[in-house]
C-alpha cells in the first residue's frame, strides 16, 4: 500500500511537471494599429479552443466629427480562426460576422445607417516574443446595408429630400496589423 501510494505521488508529480504545448497561449489581447492610425479605438481578444481553432471578438470606436468631416461608427465583430501551424503561430485563414452603426460623409453628403454582413480573411502572425505577437490579415465580405442620405447644407426652414438606400455590398471586412500580448 505504502509502495502505491509513493508511486501514484511521484507519477502524479512528473505528469504535473510536463510542459504543455500551448501553455502560454490560451488567451489573447490585441490592438490593431492600422485603426489607430484612423482615430478609432480598437481592442479584441482571441480565444484558443484546440490546436488550430480559436474564437475572437473585437469592438472598433470612432467618435470623430467636426463641420466639414464626419467619421463616427461603431462596429462589432465576432469570428473563428483556423491556423495552420499552431494557435497564434503561422498562418491563418478566418471568418467573421458584422455589425456596423455609421454616420459618415463631408460638407455636401451624409451618410446614416447600419450594416450587417460576413466576410473571410486570411493573415499571418510572427512571435516576437514568448508574450507577443504582430499579425498582419487582409480580408473581404459581403454586406446588407441600410441607410439614409441627405445634404446637410440644407436651413432648417428649407425642403429636403431624404433618400433611403438598401443594398448589398462587397468591401473590406478586415485590414489590420495587430499587436497581441498573450496570456
Do not use: C
Not at 462589432?76 to 452603426?101: D, H, I, M
Not at 499579425?135 to 440644407?154: C, H, N, S
Amino acid at each position: 500500500m505504502k509502495r502505491t501510494l509513493i508511486l501514484s505521488f511521484a507519477l502524479f508529480a512528473a505528469l504535473w511537471g510536463i510542459p504543455h504545448r500551448a501553455a502560454a497561449q490560451i488567451f489573447a489581447v490585441r490592438a490593431n494599429a492600422l485603426a489607430a492610425l484612423t482615430a478609432t479605438l480598437d481592442l479584441g481578444a482571441e480565444v484558443s479552443l484546440a490546436d488550430k481553432w480559436t474564437v475572437e471578438a473585437s469592438g472598433y470606436w470612432n467618435p470623430v466629427r467636426t463641420a466639414s468631416l464626419s467619421a463616427r461608427f461603431h462596429a462589432v465583430q465576432v469570428g473563428g480562426r483556423y491556423w495552420l501551424y499552431e494557435s497564434f503561430v503561422g498562418p491563418f485563414v478566418g471568418s467573421q460576422l458584422s455589425y456596423v452603426g455609421y454616420d459618415l460623409g463631408s460638407r455636401t453628403r451624409r451618410y446614416d445607417g447600419r450594416a450587417f454582413g460576413f466576410g473571410v480573411s486570411y493573415g499571418y502572425s510572427w512571435m516576437l516574443s514568448t508574450r507577443w505577437n504582430v499579425a498582419v490579415e487582409a480580408g473581404i465580405g459581403l454586406f446588407r446595408t441600410k441607410d439614409t442620405r441627405r445634404d446637410p447644407t440644407v436651413g432648417d426652414w428649407d425642403d429636403e429630400y431624404l433618400y433611403h438606400y438598401r443594398r448589398w455590398t462587397l468591401a473590406p471586412s478586415r485590414l489590420e496589423v495587430s499587436f497581441s500580448y498573450l496570456f
